[in-house]
């Protein structure tokens, strides 16, 4: 199976994080907000450039741009 950053993942689908691109910067903000490889994730919802997605027992409000940076 192909991997796909998740703001073109539908909503919806539960998805494990495969890989996570960017600056050391970047990377080290998804981490703190609990996006690491191997954790499961969801798109709750997509609104403009924004998206909530659900991560471990959180729910966490991140940018499109971000989202680009997480590989499921």
């Known amino acids: 199976m192909e991997m796909m ?3 073109l993942a539908p909503e ?3 998805h494990k994080i495969r890989k ?3 600056t050391d910067k970047s990377r080290l903000h998804l981490q703190e ?6 954790s499961i ?3 709750v919802s997509s ?3 924004n998206m909530i997605v659900a991560v471990g027992d959180a729910r966490v409000a991140i940018s499109r741009e971000l989202a680009h940076r ?3």
Not at 33 to 38: E, H, R, S, T
Request: hydrophobic share 60%; aromatic share 4%; proline share 4%.
């Open 5 to 7: 950053p998740l703001a």
């Open 12 to 14: 919806g689908e539960k």
């Open 20 to 22: 996570i691109t960017g």
């Open 33 to 38: 907000m609990g996006f690491v490889v191997g």
């Open 41 to 43: 994730v969801m798109i």
């Open 47 to 49: 609104l403009g450039n």
């Open 70 to 72: 997480i590989m499921v």
